[in-house]
């Protein structure tokens, strides 16, 4: 039994009654496409923090208990501290949908560039509308976008929507407005009869522009980073090693300030490369 499956069911009727508090994410749920109504949401929202809770203030009161020696105290911290718990764990759950929104929209808009110009070859060659979405499903490279195809030819072949439905579905739910725009324009185009691959050629040459704005807002972020990078971490360590040796010399303390050091070179070093590298990734216009 899966975790929204098990806090449902405990929680059914409480959701039923209270998920209203939750009802701004309803939205970014279903365009999230996280798959959990607003009820399941809710539900698994309110198994975590009890859990999160009592784990948070049974942990703090042996703690405390431990080292003062006093229930009542241990009692009292426990509930302060568990109180932030609870807070945390609402804030993290109220965030989740946008962040994954956000990674979706990310996703999608790195590669809609490169989507478009696929699907206008693909019309080029005369195939039905349908055809170019299950084409583009089976195309992994194109991550999101290829999921949103892949939804739009479920709805189609599963769910029996013609193929103006299942854009107008698909439009409703992504992530990305450029996506959306497409989408809508693509629905517009079939409606009136109009050239399919013209329009997809416009949109392509629209997305062109877009990616290398992007490519270049990337560029100049990586000069900088680069600079910091060489200024703080490699000229900083440099600096560190070199005066710690040199108080090493004059004051002793040669052991501590070896630890020092070492610390750096095999902790320091590597975690705050680690952090450049995810940044990087995370502003990159080719992560898909």
């Given at each position: 039994m899966s975790l929204t499956t098990?806090?449902?069911?405990?929680?059914?009727?409480?959701?039923?009654?209270?998920?209203?508090?939750?009802?701004?994410?309803?939205?970014?749920?279903k365009i999230s496409g996280s798959g959990y109504s607003l009820d399941e949401y809710f539900s698994m929202f309110l198994f975590s923090a009890i859990i999160g809770t009592i784990v948070g203030f049974l942990m703090v009161f042996f703690i405390l208990f431990i080292f003062f020696f006093d229930v009542l105290i241990a009692l009292i911290g426990a509930i302060i501290i568990s109180i932030p718990i609870f807070g945390v764990i609402m804030l993290v759950f109220r965030i989740y949908p946008t962040q994954l929104i956000q990674s979706k929209r990310k996703k999608i808009d790195n590669v809609i560039f490169f989507s478009t110009i696929y699907m206008s070859t693909i019309a080029g060659t005369g195939v039905p509308p349908h055809s170019i979405f299950k084409i583009l499903s089976e195309f992994g490279e194109?991550?999101?976008v290829s999921a949103v195809a892949t939804d739009i030819v479920q709805n189609i072949e599963v769910f029996g929507l013609d193929i103006v439905d299942a854009l107008e579905h698909a439009a409703d739910r992504t992530a990305s407005e450029n996506l959306k725009t497409l989408l809508w324009g693509m629905r517009s185009t079939i409606t009136s009869g109009g050239d399919l691959k013209g329009f997809l050629d416009e949109k392509a040459k629209g997305f062109a522009q877009l990616y290398k704005r992007r490519l270049e807002e990337f560029t100049r972020t990586l000069s900088m980073f680069l600079e910091i990078y060489i200024t703080i971490v490699i000229v900083g360590s440099v600096f560190i090693l070199v005066l710690t040796t040199i108080m090493s010399l004059i004051g002793g303390f040669t052991e501590q300030l070896q630890m020092v050091q070492m610390m750096l070179i095999v902790i320091g070093l590597p975690m705050i490369t680690a952090v450049y590298i995810v940044i990087l990734k995370s502003v990159s216009p080719t992560e898909v």
């Open positions: 098990f806090s449902y069911k405990i929680f059914k009727n409480t959701a039923k009654k209270y998920s209203g508090i939750f009802s701004d994410l309803q939205e970014n749920l194109f991550s999101e």
